[in-house]
């Protein structure tokens, strides 16, 4: 099984501020073949499912707004919130895809200072 | 807009079997992998298995003995069975969509608290 490690389990930004979680897989997520990086990040709130946020590692999905972005290739990946907003302390997961089982982060908690 | 309604028993004992269900509302179903990911309580994800309206499955090596994903597409529904349960699998579980065939969820169900304890 691929390994998906985030650091840090949790941080506190202040509002306003830029939030970075880092992820690091034990296997490359990255095809040749097409050039994609297998790695989404989700957001959790308590008490409601995930949401996806990005996938092949830097494509925001319909909705998501453009303070959140991915970055990253191979095993090494990064989520950035550039201006944290309030509405945004949730729990974050990195998950790859790659290779079954699909396997993910352990997740980093995000507050406000 | 896809929905996906989940429904099955939320206690349980040592040893029996869990049996969930997800229906899926709007969207294509042939032309998804359906996937089921359960999270213990105040703990991470973990991906259970995955079907697409073939029924083709892919399950997750430790629990491939006591797992299976069915499908009934006239139903747009597929289910998950889990048996021997032990209070280690005791989690919130979710079904989920996976877009087209990539492996990556973009609709979730709205999660079952199964709880396993004599």
């Known amino acids: 099984d691929i390994v998906m490690t985030q650091s840090p389990d949790s941080l506190a930004v202040s509002l306003g501020e830029r939030a970075t979680i880092n992820c690091k897989s034990s296997?490359?997520?990255?095809?040749?073949?097409?050039?994609?990086?297998?790695l989404a990040w989700y957001q959790q709130k308590p008490g409601q499912p995930p949401k996806l946020l990005i996938y092949?590692?830097?494509t925001r999905e319909s909705g998501v707004p453009d303070r959140f972005s991915g970055s990253g290739s191979e095993t090494d990946f990064t989520l950035t919130i550039s201006s944290l907003q309030a509405e945004d302390v949730a729990v974050y997961y990195c998950q790859q895809y790659y290779s079954t089982p699909f396997t993910f982060g352990g997740g980093t908690k995000v507050e406000i200072k | 807009q896809v929905q996906l309604l989940q429904w099955g028993a939320g206690l349980l004992k040592p040893s029996e079997t869990l049996s969930l269900t997800c229906a899926v509302y709007g969207g294509s179903f042939s032309g998804h992998y359906w996937s089921w990911i359960r999270q213990p309580p105040g703990k991470g994800l973990e991906w259970i298995g995955q079907?697409?309206?073939?029924?083709?499955?892919n399950y997750k090596p430790s629990l491939k003995s006591r797992v299976a994903i069915s499908v009934d597409t006239s139903k747009n529904q597929f289910s998950l069975t889990l048996t021997s349960l032990t209070a280690a699998d005791t989690a919130v579980y979710y079904c989920?969509?996976?877009?087209?065939?990539?492996?990556?969820?973009?609709?979730w169900g709205q999660g079952t608290l199964v709880t396993v304890s004599s």
């Open positions: 079907i697409n309206h073939g029924g083709s499955t």
């Open positions: 989920a969509r996976i877009r087209d065939s990539y492996g990556f969820v973009d609709s």
């Open positions: 092949w590692a830097s």
């Open positions: 296997h490359s997520v990255l095809n040749s073949t097409n050039n994609k990086s297998y």
